[in-house]
């Protein structure tokens, strides 16, 4: 397993834009595939975003397509999740995790994922 460690959430006006990070520990960072999961209180576990070990391939949950892009920088072992256009829906804690392989679900299943971070929250305020 890698640790991973999340950063940069906090409180942002709805409309407003925030971007969090998740840095990985190992070296290796490179083979492993990355998403971004949250949960809301009172709510379970969702996929918010996910990206290919070779940063080739994106994918977005319906309900953020078009407002979050995760983009990952390999040389520091980072992924990011840029996060636009922010409505009080999605505030919630937000978890990094990494998958050494692709299997289980797909990259929209949280089985698939291996290592998980500790969670950074986010606040949407109206």
């Known amino acids: 397993q890698v640790q991973l460690v999340e950063s940069g959430g906090g409180l942002v006006q709805a409309g407003g834009s925030l971007r969090i990070s998740c840095t990985a520990s190992?070296?290796?960072?490179?083979?492993?595939?990355m998403g971004w999961f949250r949960q809301a209180p009172g709510k379970g576990r969702e996929f918010v975003a996910a990206?290919?070990?070779?940063?080739?391939?994106?994918y977005y949950a319906v309900s953020v397509k078009g407002r979050f892009t995760i983009a990952r920088d390999n040389a520091m072992n980072t992924v990011y999740l840029q996060m636009n256009h922010l409505n009080t829906e999605d505030t919630a804690v937000y978890y990094c995790?990494?998958?050494?392989?692709?299997?289980?679900?797909?990259?929209?299943?949280?089985?698939?994922?291996?290592?998980w971070g500790q969670g950074t929250q986010v606040t949407v305020s109206s």
């Open positions: 995790a990494a998958a050494v392989r692709v299997g289980g679900g797909g990259y929209y299943s949280d089985s698939m994922y291996d290592s």
């Open positions: 190992e070296r290796t960072f490179r083979p492993y595939a």
């Open positions: 990206v290919s070990a070779s940063g080739s391939g994106t």
